[in-house]
């Protein structure tokens, strides 16, 4: 049997927000079938290069999104001089397997726990392993928190106070969890455009018995789903509120969800169970635009009807947005503006739109010609307008993200000026950039202290 050490590679702290469900699940999955399984924890601040030279195993499988792959790379080429096998896995190196294997020994393509097995086992054929997908998810075995730093993530709304974790109170011990695979819908920007991975759900009571160990465990008060649309599936829904009042537990908890999955019936039954907030992917608003970034897929209509309903039934509703989409002028991101204040959203965050690899934004950018032979991953990310398809100057997005961002510190309840000095305390130099990018910060801070 073969010895693994997993890594959730990255340096910034604002990556830490969610436990590494993935990796957790990974080495559950390696564990169950015979092998010795670790996890370093990068993020949450492990010294992961003296904790692989310890262990010394025979294998250092490492997995990263796309806003962290320079520092997953830059640990596969010291395990590569340090004589460590590794194996390199996610999103990102499922779209470019031949960047990765610069750098790892071998790349898994698809989802991991059948490569994964194959390579620890000495099956695989070639150095790009790919996996099938799992049919059934309840099969998998349950992830052991105790392999990670649980009371790090659990911090991480204190943090983090702007995330978009706006139902969680200070000093709260928070959790995420994950219990859907797949997404139905090809939303431009997102990786399930491409990947065509069925959607598969663990059982309401899979999750319940999750939400019980996490209770009884760890003392864990909140809970977020990060499903793509936690709500996706009715009679699960249903199903899961029973079983929440049987068990009578009293985790508040917050989730992703589709606009078109909510309705009085099912808002009533969550908010009965501790349904704290529902964050909607609203992209736009503008008309023309959420049809292109959605695929036709939700008109303005219905996204202002979830937010009306979700917040009749006391919940908090929420937003994210994107601005800098393809074609989009800047009248178009003043529509957007508009919806905001208009639905008076619990909370909200804009970025910009941005190009990830394999989405059919990036496929928009290879046929305009504008991707670079040599991309720097390190600037990579949402605050930036890395590839700019929209008909706003990339030095104009800047300027009105920036005062989206304002727009963001004077409305959300969260932003208060001593959450933001506490942020700032923790990352002076941060604090200090972002200041000098967008100085009408001050004046919004001063005006909410006057407030």
């Known amino acids: 049997m073969a010895k693994i050490v997993f890594v959730n590679a990255g340096k910034k702290y604002e990556y830490g927000l969610h436990e590494p469900l993935h990796l957790l699940g990974l080495a559950a999955y390696a564990k169950k079938l015979g092998h010795q399984v670790a996890i370093a924890d990068q993020i949450a601040g492990e010294d992961v290069f003296r904790k692989i030279k310890k262990l010394n195993p025979d294998f250092v499988g490492i997995t990263a999104t796309t806003a962290v792959i320079s520092d997953a790379y830059e640990l596969a080429d010291w395990c590569k001089t340090m004589g460590f096998k590794t194996i390199l896995g996610g999103v990102h190196v499922t779209v470019m397997p031949q960047e990765a294997l610069k750098h790892g020994d071998f790349v898994v393509i698809g989802e991991g726990e059948d490569a994964l097995i194959k390579i620890l086992e000495g099956k695989a054929k ?3 392993v790919k996996g099938d997908f799992i049919q059934n998810i309840d099969n998998l075995p349950k992830i052991d928190r105790s392999m990670i730093n649980v009371k790090y993530y659990q911090k991480a709304k204190d943090r983090n106070p702007g995330s978009h974790l706006h139902f969680v109170p200070s000093n709260t011990k928070l959790n995420s969890m994950i219990a859907t695979r797949g997404c139905p819908f090809n939303c431009i920007f997102c990786h399930n455009s491409w990947r065509g991975l069925p959607v598969r759900m663990n059982s309401a009571q ?56 909510v309705n009085k019936e099912i808002l009533e039954k969550i908010k009965s169970v501790n349904c704290k907030q529902i964050l909607f992917g609203l992209e736009s608003g503008n008309e023309k635009i959420l049809k292109i970034v959605k695929n036709n897929a939700v008109t303005l209509e219905q996204n202002r009807r979830a937010i009306q309903l979700v917040k009749e039934a006391g919940i908090f509703a929420t937003g994210n947005f994107m601005i800098g989409n393809p074609g989009e002028t800047e009248a178009d991101i003043m529509d957007t503006k508009k919806f905001i204040l208009e639905n008076k959203l619990d909370g909200f965050g804009v970025t910009i739109s941005t190009a990830f690899p394999g989405t059919k934004l990036w496929k928009m950018c290879e046929e305009k010609g504008i991707i670079p032979k040599e991309i720097d991953w390190r600037e990579f990310n949402t605050a930036n307008a890395t590839f700019n398809l929209s008909k706003v100057p990339y030095k104009r997005l800047l300027e009105i993200w920036n005062d989206f961002l304002n727009l963001t510190m004077e409305k959300n309840a969260q932003m208060s000026p001593k959450n933001i000095f506490k942020v700032a305390i923790k990352h002076p130099a941060k604090a200090i950039r972002r200041l000098i990018g967008n100085p009408r910060s001050a004046a919004v801070i001063l005006k909410r202290i006057i407030k």
């Open 126 to 128: 070639d150095r790009i």
């Open 206 to 261: 899979r999750i319940i018995e999750e939400m019980k160990e996490l209770e009884q465990k760890y003392g864990t008060e909140a809970v977020f789903f990060m499903d793509d649309d936690f709500l996706c599936s009715k009679s699960r829904t249903l199903e899961f509120c029973e079983l929440y009042k049987k068990e009578n537990l009293k985790i508040l908890w917050g989730c992703n969800a589709r606009v078109t999955s």
